[in-house]
């Protein structure tokens, strides 16, 4: 918006001779001149004003129209997400990877990993999507380190990467890794996915193999390490903060039963899993292996 000099003076009013002071003054006295130098600041200042008051309207308006905007992008990706709508959704959040909304960045790096994750991706391909994703996660966490949600994909990603950077990385990281999901709980202490995501750390790292403790050593003064017992209250945790909520930690507690030697337990918990509705590939994938390990019970028995 242009704004002339013109324009601007002529919006101030000098007074005529009837407004001067009763005093006997002559136009052109000293007296006469300041009052019209105060009459003219006071012009000016409320012309200022006025101009302060426009330009300010303008930029909260477009700040609302922005939110407005931003929030009904989040609502139509959290649709498609709850839909299943993997790569719809992708295609969606990507028009906005330049944007410096966390909540937006943390829900692309979701799709990201997501489309990694569809049957149809090709290894490149998932290779590109699982860097980009970790790219997202972090913006988001650097824009604001109060979401939960930033802290717990930021936390994913990471340990998706270490898929394609080694043994060594992934442990590396897995203090990083562990220390996000705690702020992740922390921050909000009813997202039964992140503690189900801290269980499957502790599970983790309950049953690393030799070899790989040894690697942890190596790294660390005081490798990571935990315990079945540690993982099993997590995912039960989880479980009570949103019952069903996922198929993966019903199996999981079935898995974690058997490691503990607990078969009765182990069973309920692997016969909830088998029976999950399956909504999503995991799911199907979660229903063969439950009851796979239910019918090698039966063959034992």
């Known amino acids: ?136 996660a972090k913006r988001a966490l650097e824009k604001n380190e109060s979401s939960f949600a930033a802290h717990k994909w930021y936390a994913i990603c990471i340990s998706d990467v270490g898929d394609y950077e080694g043994i060594k990385a992934k442990i590396a990281n897995a203090y990083i890794i562990k220390e996000h999901f705690e702020k992740a709980i922390e921050l909000n202490p009813k997202d039964a996915t992140s503690i189900h995501l801290m269980g499957i750390w502790c599970y983790t790292f309950a049953e690393m193999p030799w070899y790989q403790r040894r690697i942890a050593k190596v790294l660390f003064a005081t490798p990571p390490s935990s315990t079945y017992e540690e993982a099993l209250g997590y995912f039960h945790r989880a479980e009570q903060v949103d019952p069903n909520f996922y198929s993966k930690n019903l199996l999981l507690l079935g898995k974690t039963y058997l490691k503990l030697h607990n078969k009765k337990l182990a069973a309920f918990w692997l016969t909830k899993a088998k029976d999950y509705p399956a909504h999503t590939e995991e799911d199907k994938q979660i229903q063969t292996e439950a009851a796979q390990l239910l019918t090698g019970f039966s063959d034992k028995n």
């Not at 330009?55 to 609302?64: F, L």
């Not at 719809?88 to 410096?100: F, H, I």
């Open 1 to 136: 918006m242009g704004f002339s000099g013109q324009a601007y003076w002529s919006r101030l009013s000098f007074p005529s001779p009837g407004d001067l002071p009763d005093s006997g003054t002559e136009p052109g006295s000293p007296t006469t001149m300041l009052y019209c130098l105060r009459t003219c600041k006071r012009s000016l200042l409320f012309s200022a004003l006025s101009y302060l008051g426009f330009e300010t309207y303008q930029v909260i308006s477009q700040a609302v129209l922005v939110h407005a905007a931003a929030k009904e992008v989040l609502e139509q990706a959290d649709y498609l997400y709850e839909s299943g709508e993997t790569e719809k959704l992708y295609q969606l959040l990507t028009q906005y990877k330049e944007s410096e909304d966390a909540e937006l960045l943390w829900r692309l790096a979701r799709a990201s990993r997501d489309v990694a994750q569809l049957r149809g991706t090709s290894e490149e391909e998932k290779k590109f999507l699982v860097y980009e994703a970790l790219e997202y």
